[in-house]
């Protein structure tokens, strides 16, 4: 099935999964062997299971809202199920679940849907990045409101060149017509003095 949160084991006691700082290090270089975090396949290359091994692995699949553990493939060998569970539930224990999963579900990068994604053309909310869509994005060319950067439409942005900066558009554009207007009459009225 291959979902968030997968693991693999050896039979022996052995859990293997991708930690976070394996993300990191594979995606700070562009992850060049196209690991996918939840692939028990990757997740064997990873950690340098041979092919001809593989298939003597247990697949486990964890589901943190529930926190049920799944056997997805069973190996020749029996593993022992509150082992892999135990190992797994200590390594996620005190962590952001909701990131971890956003995370390993590859919402970094660019052209992610839902929130708290890295990267950019992010579509959700709480995006960092260029050209996201959503609110209360960092960066620039976001549309969407709250957002910091430059170039952003929606309401209540800081930065540069923002449309519809606290106003929706007919009003701000009404207020900006009556303020070049009042502009233009003083500065006429001065003119005749």
Do not use: Q
Not at 77 to 100: C, Q, S
Not at 109 to 125: D, E, I, K, L, T
């Amino acid at each position: 099935m291959c979902n968030f949160f997968s693991a693999i084991s050896d039979g022996f006691g052995k859990v293997l999964f991708f930690k976070i700082e394996d993300v990191v290090k594979e995606m700070s270089v562009g992850n060049p062997k196209n690991y996918e975090w939840n692939s028990h396949s990757s997740i064997s290359k990873y950690y340098g299971v041979e092919p001809k091994d593989e298939n003597t692995y247990n697949f486990w699949e964890y589901d943190v809202d529930k926190k049920v553990l799944t056997i997805d493939r069973v190996g020749h060998r029996k593993d022992n199920e509150l082992k892999v569970k135990k190992t797994i539930e200590d390594y996620l224990e005190g962590k952001d679940l909701a990131f971890i999963r956003n995370f390993y579900n590859n919402n970094s990068g660019h052209s992610n849907s839902g929130h708290s994604n890295s990267g950019n053309s992010n579509s959700g909310n709480w995006n960092s990045g260029h050209s996201n869509s959503g609110n209360c994005n960092s960066g620039n060319r976001n549309s969407g409101n709250c957002n910091s950067g430059n170039s952003n439409s929606g309401n209540r942005n800081s930065g540069n060149s923002n449309r519809w900066n606290r106003k929706s558009g007919k009003e701000k554009n009404k207020h900006d017509n009556k303020v070049n207007i009042d502009r233009r009459n003083r500065k006429r009225d001065r003119n005749k003095r």
